[in-house]
């Protein structure tokens, strides 16, 4: 009891604090961008002198902050339809890319010597395939020596929108995931351990024995954790690479998506890893406060002037250039202040 | 005594009176400092509880009693249930008496009746030592050292070896997680083994010798003695040392949050994935976003408050009907 109020009351104590210690700008949302968003906004306050606060309290909440109005702009993983986007007055738009990619611990396999279909995939999570040397797996895998240990999935406990992205992902590849389980920031999962965060998610993957599970790549990759190959869309095997990235988000068409819905999960085209994702920030058409949102704006600009060497170096896709010509005009024409004055003074 | 003897004795000791009156002073203020700090403790109690109450007033509204019978635990679709953390709360304090209870008495029996001297130190101090350790350092140390061994160990033999019994291959079905509600069950028992150790010991020490040597004197047996003697005088002490250790493990937060494995779900197996009340709550209270998030996990709150309440009243009502038996 007293535990829970210790930590109420510090939860307490750091919103109340945060606002005083905030610079201009204030975000808060997905945590899949965090690191990439944290990096950019170092250099920015070098170059700059101005600070951006963002608190990665995941999607769900990045979403209902920026409706809240309590911040400047909000994060998703998980896009805002346009209707959604109509009815709370927001903009939105996609600032950078990712992977998503199965993580598993399984005795004498490394990275990229198992591979997995979506179906596979799909029947793991559903709790129908029980063990590494099931024959679906074995099939798709006749050189490497499978045991019979049993699979423990392990998937994320708080609502996430890399959870929105790989179940979007099994949604699309299985008839039986679509109607059982379906695709959200969170599910009511059939099978499995849940962790907190992508950390979290790693974490358990290591210490547990016969487990698989999914992170954003830079986790994969930064803690040194086995991950799996996938088949494509087109039957092809691939690694997640950058290029395998690149080559999923060369495919979307973000000309004719309204309120730039995309979701970069199932990407026809040879190369495509099938689990890339955007993610997107929002932010208010009319906004109360037009000085921080324009700083915002300025920051983003930066971040896809100067910002796509950071990104590349943590495993993130930065934006085409076409799509930011995109973008920065959705900024110009839709972005205004009370007065009718637009709010992005760039170009 | 007539009056002008009375006021002689006044203007002789005014002095006194006035050092009196000094004195009655201080015992008035100390009457108020001790008062006023009783009142507060029921104050606090009292303000815990309405701001309980009223935080998790939304949630209950709106999914009434169901709140406690759902499993549902969906932060998108808001749709919460208490179900499957107060049966983790349940089952992991319950398994974990079920093996701290008989260990600490065993352990506070050798210590106190058959222990060479010796010996006797080293294992209170070790005892002592085990309830010092922070619970954090329980949870890393179940996380990374005797999940994985129980995974690759206990489980896989537990899982084999009931396969064909029925019921018991239910409570013991597979997969080995390695981390879950038994794994959390292991770590609270060792953490509530030195509480119930150590009280057993203090109680058992306070049988006074001359019975136990009657006892021997007429030829029993050491065993005999501890059943029939130490056992039933010490009845309620030890009542009372295994319902204190209950309350710890009901709220214990930090170190069953690592091995739990955070699902909201049931399983018939104790080995399968669980939760608990405490380690919901310290795993989604930074992140609840909205009011029907966060009321639910004070309502989770209010739950867990209501059932360490019981545990504390029952206890309580055990020792009296203990007490009055041995009255008679």
Redesign the interface.
């Known amino acids: ?1 007293s ?3 210790l ?2 009351t510090l ?1 307490a104590a750091i919103i109340g604090v945060a606002p005083a210690l905030a610079a201009d700008i204030s975000g808060a949302g997905a945590t899949f961008p965090y690191p990439i968003y944290a990096k950019w906004a170092d250099s920015y306050k070098t170059q700059t002198g101005n600070g951006l606060n963002y608190q990665s ?2 999607s ?2 990045g979403i ?2 920026i409706i809240a109005n309590t911040v400047t702009f909000g994060a998703t993983d998980k896009p805002l339809k346009a209707e959604e986007l109509e009815k709370n007055g927001l903009v939105q738009w996609p600032q950078v890319m990712g992977g998503i990619v199965p993580i598993i611990n399984i005795e004498g396999v490394a990275s990229e010597q198992l591979v997995l279909d979506g179906t596979a995939l799909a029947k793991i999570f559903l709790g129908e395939i ?1 063990t590494w040397n099931d024959p679906a797996i074995v099939k798709l895998n006749p050189n490497l020596k499978l045991s019979d240990t ?3 999935v392990v998937h994320r ?3 996430s929108g890399t959870t929105f992205n790989f179940t979007d992902y099994l949604a699309k590849v299985s008839a039986d995931w679509k109607s059982k389980v379906g695709s ?6 059939p099978v ?5 965060g992508n950390e979290g998610v790693a ?2 993957v290591t ?5 698989i599970g999914y992170v954003e790549y830079a986790f994969a990759k930064q803690n040194k954790i086995a991950f799996a190959d996938l088949v494509n869309k087109d039957g092809k095997r691939v690694a997640p690479t950058m290029d395998a990235f690149q080559a999923a988000a060369a495919n979307a068409d973000w000309a004719n998506a309204p309120g730039y819905y995309q979701i970069l999960t199932n990407q026809p085209g040879e190369k495509s890893w099938p689990i890339t994702a955007a993610t997107f920030i929002l932010v208010h058409k009319q906004p109360t406060d037009t000085a921080a949102v324009g700083e915002a704006l300025k920051f983003f600009d930066w971040a896809f002037k100067n910002g796509a060497k950071e990104a590349e170096a943590l495993d993130y896709i930065p934006m085409p250039d076409n799509v930011i010509g995109m973008i920065r005009t959705t900024w110009a024409t839709e972005i205004k202040g009370v007065d009718g004055k637009l709010v992005f003074q760039g170009n | 005594m007539t009056e002008a003897v009375l006021s002689d004795h006044v203007k002789a000791g005014g002095a006194r009176a006035r050092a009196l009156k000094g004195f009655k002073l201080g015992d008035v203020a100390f009457h108020v400092v001790t008062k006023s700090s009783a009142i507060a403790v029921l104050l606090l109690l009292g303000g ?1 509880i309405v701001s309980l109450i009223h935080g998790s007033a939304p949630a209950l509204g709106q999914f009434g009693f169901a709140f406690l019978t759902s499993q ?1 635990w ?4 808001e749709q919460f249930g208490a179900a499957p953390a107060i049966y983790g709360t349940l089952v992991t304090s319950f398994l974990a008496l079920l093996i701290a209870a008989p260990m600490g008495f065993g352990i506070a029996v050798f210590l106190t009746e058959l222990c060479p001297h010796v010996l006797r130190r080293p294992i209170g101090v070790a005892i002592e030592l085990l309830a010092g350790i922070p619970s954090i350092i329980y949870g890393i140390w179940g ?2 050292i005797l ?2 061994v129980l ?2 160990t206990l489980q896989p033999w537990l899982i084999a070896g009931f396969a064909d019994v029925p019921v018991l291959n239910d409570l013991f079905a ?7 509600i038994a794994t959390a069950s292991i770590i609270l028992a060792i953490m509530i083994l030195p509480l119930i150790a150590s009280i057993s010991r203090d109680v058992f020490e306070t049988v006074p010798p001359v019975l136990k040597e009657a006892a021997y004197g007429i030829g029993c047996t050491k065993w005999e003695v501890m059943r029939s003697i130490v056992a039933p005088y010490t009845g309620v002490g030890l009542v009372g040392g295994v319902m204190l250790a209950l309350g710890r493990a009901l ?1 214990e ?1 930090m170190a069953v949050t690592f091995v739990i ?4 779900k049931i399983h018939a197996s104790i080995l399968g ?1 669980g939760t608990t009340i ?1 380690a919901t ?7 609840a ?2 009011a029907m998030y966060t009321s639910s996990l004070i309502a989770l ?1 209010l739950v ?2 209501i059932i ?1 309440f019981f545990v504390l009243a029952a206890s309580r009502l055990l020792l009296a009907r203990i007490k009055r038996q041995e009255g008679r």
């Open positions: 009891m535990k829970m109020f930590r109420a939860v309290i995941g769900g909440g209902k902050q029980k049993p699979i423990a406990s708080d609502g959200d920031a969170a599910v009511e999962w499995g351990l849940a962790a907190k974490n358990t210490n547990t024995k016969g487990s | 815990v549902a969906n932060p998108v679709t996380m990374f999940a994985p995974q690759a597979g997969p080995p997680y390695g981390i879950g709220g937060t494995g955070n699902a909201h994935p405490s709550i310290a795993n989604e209270f930074t992140e976003d909205g709150g867990l408050f360490t």
